[in-house]
């Protein structure tokens, strides 16, 4: 076995522990819905043994997580996704850093102020008074 095989295969344990301990499950209890031994399902999360298709799919459908999760598909879209968020938020960082000072500052104040100018003036009490009619 290669070392990169093993490196895969202890990450695909490490993902089915993450998916079982997610959804409150016991190794026996996935092993239950799995059909396999407890024994089993802690080789599979210590990367002893690669779990086949079938008990695979099984792993998926028991903790809701889909196939690609435990074969590292969706890490690396999270990954790329999370890439391109650190990207556009250091752009928007240079962005606020060139504007000079007044510009920036000036749409905070504005939505500040702007709420006080657009509230309805409060009624002034009265200042007559009613006096009883007297007999």
Same mark, same amino acid.
């Given at each position: 076995? *290669?070392?990169?095989?093993? %490196?895969?295969? $202890? /990450? ?11 959804? =409150?499950?016991? /190794? ?11 024994? $089993? ?5 210590? =990367? ?11 792993? *998926? +459908? ?8 435990? !074969?590292?598909?969706?890490?690396? +879209?999270?990954?790329?996704? %999370?890439?391109? !968020? ?5 752009? !928007? ?37 009613? $006096?009883?009619? %007297?007999?």
């Amino acid at each position: 076995m *290669s070392r990169g095989s093993m %490196l895969d295969r $202890t /990450q695909l344990g490490k993902r089915i522990k993450e998916a079982r301990l997610r959804t =409150g499950m016991s /190794q026996q209890q996935l092993a239950d819905v799995v059909g396999v031994s407890d024994k $089993t399902i802690s080789a599979y999360e210590v =990367g002893r043994v690669d779990p086949p298709l079938e008990s695979l799919e099984k792993l *998926s +459908n028991a903790t809701l997580h889909p196939i690609a999760y435990f !074969i590292g598909d969706v890490q690396s +879209n999270i990954e790329a996704k %999370l890439d391109r !968020i650190a990207r556009e938020l250091s752009d !928007i960082r240079q962005a606020l850093q060139d504007q000079p000072r007044e510009e920036k500052v000036k749409p905070l104040v504005e939505a500040q102020v702007q709420p006080l100018t657009s509230a309805q003036p409060a009624t002034q009490p009265s200042t007559s008074v009613s $006096t009883p009619d %007297l007999p």
